[in-house]
């Protein structure tokens, strides 16, 4: 019986091999430069990409030695590459290259081989066009490195980098000439190291940038002093560097010498102030000093004698009967301002006498400096009947200090009550709570009257009311602010001023931070 003859399988396009044509067809798609060449370094196989990226046809190029032809210049010497490739099969590096225009062609190129039909040794090479990369990033190293340069080789500002806490990062040529200090002799250290110990000591550096990272930038003239303790006077500006996640990684500070025209203007000054001083008699300063007293006294007299009326009053139509019940909360309000009035007027007369003779002895307790200066804002708001918009603005963790509740309260109420009697037209009054890693700051901002820098040496003198045409009518024992200060210095700290004539001014506390406190929640601020 004959077999049955079974149709024959037709081949699977997918597995037939493809022919040399079709294979040298497809490399010319490929949008690499593929090359094949001998031993003996001459080209046998050049595809279109190669074509496209060096100008050369593969009938110029096919069976041309390929080093001349395309002036490469490879990392190493070219019998290291090859004698790489013999023994490994392959190689990668970076070669710049000649296109048959002269252009300059930066490739990373890709060696293998194989021993081929006969014995012959070719090698196979892949060249990637990295050519604008390369460039772009040689012109951000050279625009890095121009930069870097001008910041150097500026001679006459001191331009340098501090870390968020403070820590000089970077230092430049004018930096060393200004301060003395070698690049590494300052880097690692705080920039507190540039002020006068006073200053360092009272948190005025941290105070300056937490001013600038709120703000933007910080800018003032001021005393800073060198490595060898000799001082110039300089212009400040710090600046937040902030990146793209918007976290604040330092500060640049920029500083110019003023000095000379600083002292240039200190001795038109002095010799201003030696001409009045010789027109003054001693009989005249003694009349004057006694003029002063009197309207000190008569001063005080009269601070306490119109809250004394207003509750007189009151207190009369309270007898009588003729105080409408409606009116009853308004006027039990009023009572009580002027009672508190009068008790810190007393408190100031007798904080004033006490110094004389007594070194203000401290009670120090461990408080949250957020409580105090919230407690004392509120007071505030509640008895000015809303013509100040007093914000009070404080971190949502405690701020530990060591330090006398009652003294510190005296201090904030100062400063507050400077601040709202010295906006004459109403209007806002910032009361900002913020530490750093050392210090606590109290700062109370106003958008008032301000004061001229001429006037600023007298600011916390006993009695030193800065009287003006503008701020005339406006009461006060000239204590305020001198018991302010006095307070603050014995607790360890200080009270900063910045102020510009007609613009407002800004009144800071700064004390030592104390160790953290187990406090939790937050304090009873005012609102708005």
């Known amino acids: ?19 040399v044509e079709e294979q040298a067809g497809l490399l010319d798609l490929a949008f690499d430069a593929i090359l094949a060449r001998s031993a003996e370094r001459k080209i046998v196989y050049w595809n279109r990409g190669a074509e496209r990226l060096y ?30 490739v013999r023994a490994s099969g392959v190689w990668e590096g970076e070669v710049v290259q000649r296109g048959k225009d002269g252009r300059r062609v930066v490739v990373v190129s890709r060696w293998a081989t194989r021993r081929c039909t006969g014995g012959r040794d070719l090698i196979l090479q892949i060249d990637s066009d990295v050519t604008r990369k390369v ?10 490195q121009m930069l870097r340069l001008l910041v150097a080789s ?43 110990p006073e200053q360092a000591r009272s948190g005025k550096p941290d105070w300056e940038l937490v001013v600038a990272e709120r703000e933007g930038r910080y800018e003032e003239e001021g005393w800073r002093v060198r490595k060898d303790g000799s001082r110039f006077w300089a212009n400040v500006v710090i600046t937040p560097l902030w ?7 330092g500060f640049a500070k920029i500083t110019r010498d003023l000095t000379e025209k600083h002292l ?19 009989a005249q300063r003694m009349e004057a000093l006694e003029r002063a007293k009197s309207e000190f006294l008569n001063l005080a007299s009269h601070e306490l004698r119109n809250p004394i009326g207003v509750i007189n009053s009151y207190l009369s139509m309270l007898e009588e009967g003729s105080l409408p019940p409606e009116r009853l909360p308004d006027v039990l309000a009023t009572l009580f301002a002027k009672v508190r009035h009068m008790r810190w007027l007393v408190e100031q007369l007798l904080e004033a006498a006490r110094s004389e003779t007594d070194p203000m002895g401290l009670s120090l307790t461990e408080i949250d400096l957020r409580d105090v200066a919230a407690d004392v804002a509120r007071t505030y708001q509640l008895a000015d009947n809303r013509r100040h918009s007093l914000r009070f603005e404080a971190p949502d963790e405690p701020v530990p200090v060591a330090a006398d509740r009652a003294r510190i309260e005296t201090i904030v109420s100062a400063l507050i009550d400077n601040a709202v009697k010295y906006s004459l037209d109403g209007g806002p009054v910032d009361c900002l709570v913020a530490q750093s890693s050392e210090h606590a700051f109290v700062c ?15 600011l916390f003198t006993r009695f030193g009311r800065i009287v003006t045409p503008e701020n005339s009518h406006v009461s006060g024992t000239g204590l305020g602010l001198y018991l302010a200060r006095e307070l603050a210095t014995r607790h360890g700290g200080d009270v ?23 406090l939790g929640g937050q304090p009873a601020g005012p609102a708005d």
């Open 154 to 196: 500026v001679a006459d500002h001191a331009i340098f980098v501090l870390d968020p806490q403070g820590r000089v990062m970077s230092w430049n040529e004018g930096a060393r000439r200004l301060k003395g200090y070698t690049q590494a002799e300052i880097v690692g250290q705080h920039f507190s190291v540039f002020y006068e």
């Open 1 to 19: 019986m004959a077999r049955a003859a079974y149709p024959t399988r037709p081949e699977d396009p997918a597995r037939s091999a493809l022919t």
């Open 55 to 84: 100008g050369w046809t593969r009938e110029e190029a096919v069976g041309r030695d390929l080093v001349p032809l395309l002036q490469s210049e490879h990392p190493v010497p070219l019998e290291e590459i090859e004698d790489q």
């Open 444 to 458: 109370v901002e106003d958008r008032g009257v301000g004061i001229d820098e001429a006037d600023l040496a007298k």
């Open 264 to 282: 240039e203007a200190e001795r038109r000054a002095v010799l201003q102030r030696e001409h009045e001083e010789q027109l003054e008699q001693h």
């Open 243 to 249: 990146d793209g996640t918007g976290s604040l990684r």
């Open 135 to 144: 460039d772009a990033e040689q012109k951000l190293d050279e625009y890095d």
């Open 496 to 518: 900063l001023v910045e102020s510009r004539k007609g613009e407002g001014s800004r009144f800071v506390l700064t004390l030592p931070r104390a160790a953290d406190l187990p």
